[in-house]
C-alpha cells in the first residue's frame, strides 16, 4: 500500500479507441507536473493526440488500472538501431497517479513495453529522464537502465533537442 491505497490492477496495451480520455486525462496530469514541464496540455493538443496517435505505426501505449480507473501510462514510439540494424523501443512518458506511487506500477508498466519489444525483435530499450528526476532515475535503474555510452572514455550520451515550433 502506498498512501493508504491499495493496488490491485491490471496493465495491458491501450485501446486509443476505449482509453483515449484516460490517456489525455493521465497525460495532463503529467504535463502540469514540474517534471512534466508545469503546463497543462493545450486545447489544440488534447484535440490531436488521439486522431494522431491512431495514424501512427509505430505508437506503443500500456495502461494500468486499478478497476476501471486509469492510474499509470507509458506512450512509447518504436524506432530503429543503425548500429544493430534493428528496431528498438523508446519510452517516451512513463506516468504513475501520485496516490499510486511506490507500488513498483512503473516496473510492471515497463516489463510489459519490455516483453512486447522483444516479440518486436527490438534491440534495446531507450528513454529520457530529467537530470534532477532522481525518483525516476532510481526507478529506471532498478529496472536495468543506465546512462548510454560507447565507451566510458568518450563519455554518456546526452539528450538535446532544437524545437521547431
Not at 5 to 10: A, D, Q, R
Not at 132 to 138: S, T
Request: proline fraction near 4%; hydrophobic fraction near 40%; charged fraction near 20%.
Amino acid at each position: 500500500m502506498a498512501g493508504g491505497v491499495s493496488v490491485v490492477e491490471t496493465v495491458r496495451l491501450v485501446d486509443l479507441e476505449r482509453d483515449g480520455d484516460a490517456l489525455l486525462h493521465l497525460l495532463d496530469h503529467y504535463a502540469s507536473d514540474p517534471m512534466g514541464g508545469g503546463k497543462p496540455l493545450s486545447p489544440e493538443v488534447k484535440q490531436q493526440l488521439i486522431p494522431q496517435l491512431q495514424s501512427r505505426s509505430d505508437y506503443l501505449g500500456i495502461i494500468a488500472l486499478h478497476g476501471e480507473q486509469a492510474i499509470g501510462l507509458i506512450n512509447a514510439f518504436e524506432g530503429f538501431s543503425t548500429f544493430a540494424a534493428k528496431p528498438l523501443m523508446n519510452i517516451h512518458d512513463v506516468i504513475v497517479a501520485s496516490e499510486y506511487r511506490g507500488n513498483g506500477l512503473a516496473q510492471r508498466m515497463m516489463a510489459k513495453v519490455e516483453e512486447i519489444a522483444r516479440e518486436r525483435g527490438c534491440c534495446k530499450l531507450t528513454l529520457e529522464v530529467l537530470s534532477n528526476n532522481h525518483v525516476a532515475q532510481a526507478a529506471y535503474r532498478k529496472f536495468g537502465f543506465g546512462v548510454y555510452e560507447l565507451d566510458p572514455e568518450v563519455g554518456g550520451a546526452v539528450f538535446w533537442e532544437k524545437a521547431l515550433s
